[in-house]
């Protein structure tokens, strides 16, 4: 099932006709359809908020959408000249087929643009928050010299300036004071903030996020919900899967998805 | 690592009269002179592992400094103690008797040993010495 | 370049994770060790073996055939020159075995043993040589000291603690060390080496001391063993065969013959070796592939994480494999150098508990082998890391973060 809506202008990202089917080894060989025939556009400036029951492929459709999985079937369509804080660029009027380049390309396309919060909280165990909070950063900061590419200088960023914003971040989401603790001292909830912090340092065109308030008390998700809001008022496409109900309020859209098998 | 120092200083005490001893006494009952290295090892192994024994039993935070002390001391003993075969008191004639090819080699190796662990000992005992005196400063 | 390192994120991981890398450093540094110790003794058996043939010279050894029948006397270590004994035969037969059809040059050597007691400085094997014909021991000692050998001046092997100028007495008899012969590998290195007229003048101080008197009666009429060489066109064989016939209470042999058993007893030494160095090898890499299988498998999420913020698959691998050429690096270098260490402190050990000849590799050569092994040790920590780097950052960050 899905639900497109057009706008005047260009999406940030679209998915045509996107499709993902899964193997499953059980009674026989059983193929599982996880996303059928979607197609889904976000723009910039609009915070997208997708809702289902579980094994809906919300996470799934999100993931192909992030560029973290190949779908069976159809196109995931990246517009950089719809990205605000950079000029056009007519090379790009049809958009780039994520799955047509390389994982190199795509890696450095991601590390640019993309901000991921992943399902389940995660860190870099080895480093400090404050260094978990800014790995992003340096992808694509390392990307962004190596890259003859001019669009978009912004990612890379000054290092004090971007440790700054890192410092920042962490004090909006309540976890400032742990800048230098490594991770294995952070409560769930903790980590879960670091990761929000994490996907936002290198002020990115487009937000994935994936049950960004999962460890959080009401109070903290509301204020995630904020933040990711704001995003979205500064210019940026903000794709949220959630369960919360209080994400309705601070959504342009929502979407809600049916199960695949039962249609719920 | 106070206690790895004292294991090693017994190590040497009694390895060099137990495991890595000098030839045995000659046919008429007269020693050799390497025997008379392995003894001298001996008593400063007994002297190193008495001042070992200090190390681990003095504890308290204005102790640092002396700890750092009988490391450095140890670490010296032990230096010496591993040029006593051979280069202070010459050993047997043929290279390939016991004390040439056992007792040098292992009384070597673990004053080195020795010698290397005390130094690491003494260092981070004198690093928090210094930080005492530098919490004692701001009071 | 330590500062970029230290800010790497493979550096870190190996720090902030101490109980793992310790172990797997431990493991690299056994690996590493067994190689370089294994390679090396193999080495310095096969030099032993090598010297010792530059050494002989001779053709055929013939001794007084009681040497052979007496249970005390080992004729291997006639050819290592070990502690022997005592033997003798009469100058006639020695000048018998010379006038045979097929001896081209034939040398005279006389052996004393000195004791452990007051008399002496050390108890050792001295080897007298005739000058006018020794063709064996000369060569080796014009190398070390340049003119003949006078009375009363003697050579000592290299494992003698004994110094050019120092004074030694066997049997109350001063002698003077006039030079130190260059290492073999073998007992030679403890032997002492003087011309006819001083072994002689010792003998005499011996009997006169009462110490060897019933051994030998005249020193001046007694020889301990003949070397022969022989003749171009003639077969060693029957040269040797011709002795054994025709000269009575003498027994010759091929040094060529002994040789071959002692260098068959080294093979199998050095086989030995070699197949405990290789399985300890094998034990420990099949160890390191499955620890940093592990090790990286147990960080699955992480890896999932970092391709999902932007790592491509290269730099995940990257990563992996710069985390496993650290920690092989870190344990190469401590294996190398016990390793080193163990050599050089212990060869003496290793050599009397083999009891084979043993000559180690000049410096040059070991360092090369020390940096051979730290290479080597960090290729197999890679290797052991390629195969998981490779399944770990193949994987979609979109799978691997669905799994767990």
């Given at each position: 099932m899905s639900v497109t809506e057009k706008k005047d202008n260009i999406p940030v990202i679209h998915a045509a006709d996107l499709r993902k089917e899964y193997l499953r080894q059980g009674k026989g060989t059983n193929i599982f359809t996880a996303v059928d025939r979607t197609e889904l556009s976000v723009y910039a400036g609009e915070l997208v908020v997708l809702k289902g029951r579980s094994g809906s492929g919300k996470t799934t459709l999100l993931n192909m959408l992030a560029g973290l999985l190949t779908p069976t079937d159809g196109k995931v369509l990246f517009y950089e000249?719809?990205?605000?804080h950079c000029g056009s660029d007519p090379r790009n009027e049809n958009g780039i087929d994520l799955y047509a380049l390389g994982d190199e390309e795509r890696s450095l396309l991601r590390g640019r643009y993309f901000g991921y919060i992943p399902q389940g909280a995660g860190a870099v165990?080895?480093?400090t928050v404050t260094e978990n909070v800014l790995i992003p950063w340096r992808l694509s900061g390392e990307a962004g010299h190596k890259s003859?590419?001019?669009?978009?200088?912004?990612?890379?960023?000054a290092e004090k300036e971007i440790m700054a914003y890192a410092a920042e971040l962490l004090e909006i989401l309540g976890i400032?004071?742990?800048?230098?603790?490594?991770?294995?001292?952070?409560s769930g909830g903790e980590l879960r903030r670091l990761a929000i912090a994490r996907a936002l340092v290198t002020r990115p065109a487009v937000i994935f996020a994936d049950e960004?308030?999962?460890?959080?008390d009401d109070q903290s998700a509301r204020e995630v919900f904020s933040l990711l809001r704001k995003k979205a008022d500064e210019g940026a496409a903000v794709l949220l899967v959630t369960?919360?109900?209080?994400?309705e309020a601070c959504a342009d859209r929502c979407i809600t998805r049916q199960h695949p098998v039962s249609g719920a | 690592m106070d206690v790895a120092t004292a294991l090693l200083c017994v190590i040497l005490t009694a390895g060099v009269r137990i495991?890595?001893?000098a030839c045995d006494a000659k046919e008429d009952g007269t020693w050799m002179t390497c025997h008379w290295a392995e003894m001298t090892v001996f008593a400063a192994g007994i002297a190193m592992t008495l001042q070992a024994l200090i190390l681990c039993l003095v504890?308290?935070?204005?102790?640092h400094g002396i700890r750092a002390g009988l490391c450095l001391a140890i670490a010296v003993q032990s230096i010496l103690c591993a040029l006593?075969?051979?280069?202070v008191i010459r050993l047997c004639m043929?290279?390939?008797?016991r004390c040439h090819t056992v007792m040098r080699p292992a009384v070597l190796l673990t004053g080195l040993l020795l010698a290397v662990l005390s130094v690491i000992c003494g260092l981070r005992h004198r690093a928090m010495c210094g930080r005492g005196h530098l919490s004692s400063d701001a009071q | 370049m330590i500062k970029k390192i230290r800010a790497s994120l493979p550096y870190k991981n190996i720090v902030n994770r101490p109980a793992r890398s310790i172990a797997l450093v431990v493991l690299c540094a056994i690996l590493t060790c067994a190689f370089f110790y294994g390679t090396m003794m193999v080495q310095s058996l096969n030099r032993g073996l090598a010297s010792l043939r530059n050494r002989m010279g001779a053709d055929i050894m013939v001794v007084p055939f009681e040497a052979t029948t007496k249970?005390?006397?080992?004729l291997e270590n006639i050819i290592l020159l070990g502690n022997m004994g005592y033997f003798y035969m009469d100058t006639d037969t020695a000048d018998k075995i010379a006038a045979r059809?097929?001896?081209?040059v034939a040398s005279t050597q006389y052996y004393l043993s000195t004791v452990?007691?007051?008399?002496?400085?050390v108890p050792v094997q001295i080897i007298g040589f005739d000058p006018e014909t020794d063709f064996t021991v000369t060569p080796w000692i014009k190398k070390s000291y340049g003119r003949d050998l006078r009375e009363m001046e003697v050579v000592v092997g290299h494992k003698l603690n004994a110094f050019v100028g120092d004074t030694l007495t066997f049997y109350g008899q001063n002698v003077t060390v006039a030079a130190k012969l260059e290492e073999t590998?073998?007992?030679?290195?403890?032997a002492v080496y003087c011309n006819q007229l001083t072994i002689r003048r010792l003998t005499q101080a011996s009997i006169d001391l009462r110490l060897n008197h019933e051994r030998i009666a005249d020193p001046e009429r007694v020889v301990s063993c003949v070397l022969v060489n022989v003749r171009e066109g003639y077969s060693v064989d029957e040269v040797c065969n011709d002795i054994n016939i025709h000269v009575r209470g003498v027994k010759a042999f091929r040094t060529a013959g002994l040789m071959e058993g002692i260098a068959s007893s080294l093979r199998g030494a050095a086989r030995v070796i070699a197949i405990m160095a290789v399985a300890v090898w094998l034990v420990c890499l099949s160890v390191l592939v499955i620890a940093f299988s592990m090790s990286v498998r147990e960080r699955k999420k992480e890896f999932a994480l970092l391709r999902a913020i932007g790592a491509s698959q290269k730099k995940v691998s990257r990563i992996i494999l710069q985390e496993s050429a650290l920690i092989s690096f870190f344990g190469a270098l401590p294996g190398v150098g016990t390793g080193v260490l163990i050599l050089f402190l212990f060869a003496g050990l290793v050599e009397e508990m083999l009891s084979l000849p043993f000559l180690l590799p000049p410096v040059w050569q070991i360092l090369g082998m020390a940096l051979l092994a730290v290479c080597a040790g960090v290729m197999c920590s890679v290797f052991a890391g390629v195969r998981t780097a490779r399944k770990t950052a193949g994987a979609e960050a979109g799978e691997s973060l669905r799994e767990l």
């Open positions: 000249d719809a990205v605000l165990g080895s480093l003859k590419d001019p669009v978009c200088p912004e990612a890379a960023g400032g004071h742990l800048s230098g603790e490594m991770p294995r001292s952070l960004p308030t999962g460890d959080l369960h919360e109900n209080g994400a | 495991v890595f001893h504890r308290g935070k204005g102790c006593v075969p051979g280069a043929m290279e390939s008797m | 249970s005390d006397i080992d059809e097929g001896v081209s452990s007691s007051g008399c002496c400085s590998g073998t007992d030679l290195d403890t």
